[in-house]
Nanobody, 130 residues
Framework: QVQLVESGGGLVQPGGSLRLSCAAS????????IGWFRQAPGKEREGVSC????????YYADSVKGRFTISRDNAKNTVYLQMDSLKPEDTAVYYC???????????????????????WGQGTQVTVSS
């Protein structure tokens, strides 16, 4: 079965850190751009970050730039999202998804495709609260 499974969420105080994992099963991540999205209650799903497979280029939403870091470990078939200096407004369910990466699209284009065409898993809840 081909799937991506998110994990690593939890409850953390403002200023704290979490590392989310996106593990692939049934296929290899090597040829996929992987994106992280989040959805807070009552809000639309928004793109958070993306990493390409072709050249490792990355994208970050302005709201997380400088605080979040996306990385990939193809040997472990996993993409990570390191989240530092967390704020209450980061509270959301976080999802990962992917799109085949031929090297011909930017990370912004990849995010747009993933946003439009992905089917979403259960995600992992991140709650930032004191």
């Amino acid at each position: 079965q081909v799937q991506l499974v998110e994990s690593g969420g939890g409850l953390v105080q403002p200023g704290g850190s979490l590392r989310l994992s996106c593990a692939a099963s049934g296929f290899t991540l090597d040829d996929y751009a992987i994106g992280w999205f989040r959805q807070a209650p009552g809000k639309e799903r928004e793109g958070v970050s993306c990493i390409s497979s072709s050249d490792g280029s990355t994208y970050y939403a302005d709201s997380v730039k400088g605080r979040f870091t996306i990385s990939r470990d193809n040997a472990k078939n996993t993409v990570y999202l390191q989240m530092d200096s967390l704020k209450p407004e980061d509270t959301a369910v976080y999802y990962c998804t992917g799109v085949p990466d031929s090297g011909r699209m930017t990370t912004v284009q990849a995010m747009a495709i993933m946003r439009e065409f992905s089917s979403w898993g259960q995600g992992t809840q991140v709650t930032v609260s004191s």
